[in-house]
């Protein structure tokens, strides 16, 4: 294969289009030919990003600006150029940088507030993939390119859930337990005060303080008193306090954790079309807990633990490790096993109805702001950034038959009603 077949070859995933059109259009970087080459299981992708990283490691100086690599993109692309993304949809995403963000694309393009290395800069770089899409879509326009919207014939992504997420329940379940703290705190606080105001009426002691403590047994009387009184009141506030610290703090970890299963489930939703399907926090019989998602697709069956971790965090093999301090030390949760694991699960409650799928696990990393090193995973880690590639490569695997596939997809649905809660 030499460089123009390699840039003929068509790239995985919903932004199926030549690798040399995305090359010119920026979308195509070193980082990305590079994750191509090393993880891309189509031998026609991967042998063309060979070529092409090779192509740009060789020739440095061939690597244009985003601006100029928008107006190549004008003059390279072929008349009926397929999008993404409508050219409605594109202008009412909204953009997300700095000094104008929150606005409609549409109408900063249409003013001339966004270039054409702004949108260059977008494709690149934005986090979204609907904004890439959207910034590739009106570049097209902005050159007058000639452009063929997209069809659905297939529909979106399919998304099964029972309702309120795992995360969700737990949110108000710990809400509730705080607020049931705080009743009983109030409660043995009225109490004592009602006690000490009106129960304990008794005359006044003839007895001085003086002679109190001018015995041992007056004195240790005295502070034993004094410790009762003040200590108590002053237990059930420290108490209360803390306890409603470590209920918040696993609130606050429920809702990131809730935050980073939407923000997964929108990436999908995005990329895939409704030959998939996604089911979401799905509970099995028997003990194990739930699964936070489940893909079923022309491509096979994949198990997401989706983690949320805040910190910093490196997967070796099998070992997960976070740093405390200046030293790594391993997590007690192993996500790599625990995806392994539900995978296994998921394998063995299908095949109890004579379907025999391989199950595949998978860790989705699901918060952009903790850093995760991957070396050698002993099961495979998608982060948020490169989450839509990984999806579209994980389509580009071996197949089941739509037989079992709709099999597999009745039993988990039916599954999911039961336990809607």
């Known amino acids: 294969m030499d460089l123009n077949e390699a840039r003929k070859v068509v790239w995985i995933g919903s932004n199926r289009r030549p690798l040399g059109e995305l090359l010119d259009i920026g979308y195509l970087n070193k980082e990305r030919l590079v994750w191509a080459v090393e ?174 403590v001018s015995t041992p047994v007056g004195l240790i009387t005295l502070i034993l008193a004094f410790c009762i009184v003040i200590g108590i009141p002053l237990a059930l506030v420290l108490g209360v306090g803390w306890s409603a610290k470590k209920l918040d703090e696993k609130v606050e970890d429920f809702r990131k954790g809730q935050e980073g299963e939407n923000r997964v489930a929108d990436v999908m939703n995005a990329t895939l079309n409704g030959d998939w399907t996604l089911f979401r926090d799905v509970i099995l019989p028997g003990r194990g807990g739930d699964l936070d998602s489940i893909l079923v697709g022309p491509a096979g069956v994949w198990v997401g633990e989706i983690k949320t971790f805040s910190g910093k965090f490196r997967n070796v093999g099998e070992e997960w490790e976070c740093l405390a301090g ?72 071996s197949k089941i038959s739509e037989t079992d596939r709709q099999k597999i997809c009745e039993k988990l649905t039916k599954l999911v009603e039961k336990t809607k809660k």
């Open 326 to 397: 200046k030293k790594w030390k391993t997590i007690r949760k192993n996500p790599s096993k625990q995806a392994r694991k539900n995978a296994a699960r998921l394998g063995g409650f299908l095949e109890a109805d004579h379907i025999k799928t391989w199950v595949k696990p998978a860790v989705v990393w699901a918060n952009p702001e903790s850093p995760l090193r991957v070396e050698n995973p002993s099961v495979v880690v998608w982060t948020m950034e490169r989450l839509e590639d990984e999806l579209g490569n994980i389509q580009e695997g």
């Open 39 to 212: 993880h891309v299981n189509n031998p026609k992708v991967h042998q063309a990003a060979a070529i092409l990283l090779e192509w740009l490691t060789q020739s440095p100086q061939r690597s244009t600006t985003r601006k100029r690599a928008a107006e190549e993109a004008g003059q390279k692309m072929l008349p009926g150029l397929e999008l993404k993304i409508s050219i409605e949809k594109a202008r009412e995403v909204l953009w997300p940088f700095s000094p104008h963000k929150g606005e409609p694309m549409g109408q900063l393009v249409e003013s001339r507030i966004l270039s054409l290395k702004d949108l260059g800069y977008a494709i690149e770089n934005a986090r979204e993939s609907k904004v890439r899409a959207a910034a590739i879509t009106l570049s097209a326009i902005r050159l007058d390119q000639i452009v063929k919207e997209p069809e659905s014939p297939k529909g979106h992504l399919k998304i099964v859930s029972k309702g309120r997420t795992y995360s969700e329940w737990k949110q108000i379940q710990l809400s509730l337990i705080e607020g049931f703290i705080y009743g009983i705190a109030l409660g043995i606080a009225i109490a004592y005060i009602y006690y000490d105001l009106f129960l304990n009426q008794h005359q006044p002691s003839s007895v001085t303080f003086g002679e109190i």
